[in-house]
């Protein structure tokens, strides 16, 4: 099959087509040919959008599927479906099902279940035996059968030197060690930011010294073992000004933002809409501004939806009740694209957290194998039901204005356009 993209702006830092309006020719999955204007053929696959834009496939560093287990949730097939209708060639996979990804079976079962699908599906393996932060899983058998790193999906390790043992051990086969960046005995059963709007609303804070506690632990930690620690989703000021010191004292350390911790802050709590509450819970109005800053100046190293699928049986109860998660896929883009500029966006989804996770570089260059994701920079709508594929439909971003369409993708020799 051959496709030929017309008329196209390439995102891509890397590619000597940077900012260039061209058309790109695939054949079996590989760019033969990109120029001015390329021909069309009868037997040819002819794309034509709206303001088209590509760039290199679109990487989500935080993704949850509910299978095993929770397929009410969502579905291996159907989640891997709104990736690609949302822009995203590959996602790292969260441990986060029942039973947990926590041994090399399992993860040798998210693979096979993935095969033949045009997004890539890269398992992130649990940290430790069934995330319950006692006793560490089997990290090396994991990363052999392509676990690519080890994380308690929203579960702090408060046991420090099992994080300690942790960061050591991986440091044997390289592994990428996560540790998410919350205190327990701070946060309490906190499930709002500590602050003005939880004193209003009469709702139970956590403050963000719970998150700044356990990433300075960590990366005390960290500068004592050596190896590779990454914090996810981080939401705040303080956590910000802390990774950029250690990352000063030249330590191996990275951390990602949400897309909707970049967009939204505790004001969206008046409703005690249960879409809204997250974990880590949003800031506040100053934190989200230290967070876009953090991306601009390199910091924050990736953006990630966060996508975390819930049962409406789970989230239409009252907010104190309601489990922790929002969906975001489908959401993402618009999301970040109002708030960021283009190229920020695209460098932190795209070789940023693939050099992260040790995985291939891409670049849109002749003879390279094509991983392209198709988008309009310039889209601007109202984000409603209708947009969501997902089976759940927890989306904090609903009757928002977003700006910015996903297309779609090409990968893995496959076309997926998103029709809605």
Avoid at 40 to 65: A, K
Avoid at 155 to 169: C, G, R, S, T
């Amino acid at each position: 099959m051959t496709t030929l993209i017309k008329s196209a702006t390439i995102i891509d830092s890397s590619s000597p087509y940077h900012n260039q309006q061209k058309d790109i020719l695939i054949t079996n999955g590989i760019i033969d040919k990109i120029s001015d204007s390329i021909a069309s053929e009868d037997s040819y696959q002819v794309i034509t959008l709206d303001n088209l834009h590509v760039s290199c496939g679109w990487f989500d560093s935080s993704v949850s599927l509910g299978e095993p287990g929770f397929e009410e949730r969502e579905t291996i097939k159907n989640g891997l479906n709104v990736a690609a209708k949302s822009g995203f060639t590959a996602v790292a996979v969260n441990a986060n099902s029942n039973p947990v990804i926590d041994n090399k079976s399992a993860v040798e079962f998210l693979i096979h279940k993935a095969k033949g699908f045009a997004t890539n599906l890269y398992p992130i393996a649990a940290l430790t035996q069934k995330s319950k932060g006692k006793d560490m899983a089997e990290l090396y058998d994991m990363q052999q059968s392509g676990a690519i790193a080890f994380s308690d999906y929203k579960q702090p390790i408060e046991n420090d030197n099992l994080m300690k043992v942790a960061l050591l051990y991986a440091q044997n086969f390289d592994g990428l060690v996560f540790s998410f960046p919350k205190n327990n005995s701070i946060a309490g059963e906190g499930i709002a930011n500590e602050g003005i709007n939880s004193t209003k609303l009469g709702l139970k804070g956590s403050p963000a010294l719970a998150e700044h506690i356990q990433i300075a632990r960590d990366i005390y930690l960290l500068e004592y073992t050596g190896g590779k620690l990454h914090i996810p989703t981080i939401s705040s000021t303080k956590s910000v000004d802390l990774i950029k010191e250690a990352k000063k004292k030249g330590l191996k350390v990275t951390c990602s933002v949400s897309a909707h911790h970049l967009t939204l802050n505790d004001d969206e709590l008046q409703g005690f809409d249960s879409n809204f509450k997250t974990s880590p819970p949003l800031r506040t109005k100053s934190d989200t501004k230290s967070l876009i800053k953090g991306i601009k100046s390199g910091v924050i190293d990736i953006i990630t939806s966060d996508h975390n699928p819930i049962d409406i049986e789970h989230k239409k109860v009252e907010f104190s009740e309601a489990k922790d998660g929002v969906i975001g896929l489908e959401s993402m883009f618009g999301a970040v694209n109002s708030v960021l500029n283009l190229e920020d966006f695209i460098e932190n989804i795209t070789c940023k957290p693939r050099a992260i996770f040790g995985l291939e570089s891409q670049s849109i260059k002749e003879n390279n194998k094509a991983e392209i994701t198709l988008f309009n920079p310039e889209n601007n709508f109202t984000f409603t039901k209708k947009h969501i594929i997902s089976t759940s439909k927890n989306s904090p971003f609903l009757n928002k204005e977003l700006k910015g369409k996903a297309y779609g993708i090409y990968a893995n020799s496959q076309l997926i356009l998103n029709e809605s």
